[in-house]
């Protein structure tokens, strides 16, 4: 059994007081829920946010990782400072990051690689644009991202490891995938992860649903068999619809 994982990605947004207040908010409110609780904030928000969680069953995760330990690399943070912090769970390969920052499936794979090194999680992003998927090629595309990012991993570490599947014309345009649709595609995953990595891995692979995803969706999208949790932009900006989310989407 998979547990439901309902991850906020907060993106570019709030402060660390900001971030501070809606730890407070939430471990005052917090309900009852068997989904695993992860909030990712900016990076200087973290080690607040994670004084402010103690106690509570919210974890507090990264928005991206460099691969390399340390070094000359300006303006980024190595797995290995995450990891010593304490941190669970690294986002990595989020399309912003693709599209703006031209993070490559090969810097994916080397940043899967050194999160698991570090005894983190990564939450590998996938995902087609609305041109490829109009040209049909969108299961090709996205079964290509997941093979690159699990390159020469170990069926050991592959296990270990979380899938999101955003769409990218899903993400804060307010149109989310059909739970259907967004299911076809989770299962097609299913499917190459049970060729690239073996059945025990591929069952054991938590894959989420990114997209638009509010409260009133998020309860369908998690009916669906292949469907373990949600990554969560806007929706996850307020302590009440966060809460929202973990209500409505209890497995
Ligand atoms: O990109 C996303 C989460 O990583 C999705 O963002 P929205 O939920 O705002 O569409």
Redesign the pocket.
């Known amino acids: 059994m998979r547990q439901t994982l309902i991850a906020g990605?907060w993106?570019m947004n709030k402060t660390p007081d900001e971030g501070v207040d809606f730890i407070n908010e939430l471990k005052a409110n917090f309900p009852e829920t068997d989904a695993e609780v992860l909030i990712t904030p900016t990076a200087v928000g973290i080690q607040p946010m994670q004084v402010a969680a103690k106690g509570s069953d919210i974890q507090i995760g990264a928005q991206n990782s460099h691969f390399e330990n340390s070094g000359a690399f300006t303006g980024e943070i190595s797995p290995e400072t995450l990891s010593a912090m304490g941190v669970p769970y690294v986002?990595i390969g989020?399309?912003?990051r693709r599209e703006i920052f031209h993070e490559t499936d090969e810097d994916v794979n080397k940043k899967a690689k050194a999160i698991l090194d570090h005894g983190m999680t990564p939450i590998i992003?996938v995902g087609e644009s609305l041109e490829t998927r109009e040209e049909g090629k969108d299961q090709e595309w996205v079964a290509g991202q997941v093979k690159a990012a699990l390159k020469d991993l170990s069926s050991e570490d592959a296990a270990k490891v979380v899938i999101?599947y955003?769409p990218i014309w899903?993400?804060?345009?307010g149109k989310t995938a059909s739970a259907d649709d967004a299911e076809k595609m989770i299962a097609h995953i299913r499917d190459i992860l049970f060729e690239a990595v073996g059945e025990e891995a591929s069952q054991a692979i938590r894959i989420l649903y990114?997209?638009?995803?509010k409260p009133a969706n998020v309860a369908e999208l998690l009916e669906k068999e292949n469907i373990d949790g949600a990554?969560?932009?806007?929706?996850?900006l307020e302590v009440d619809s966060y809460i929202g989310l973990l209500t409505g989407g209890a497995k």
């Open positions: 990605n993106k986002i989020h399309s912003e992003c999101a955003e899903a993400i804060g345009t990114g997209g638009s995803v990554l969560v932009g806007g929706a996850s």
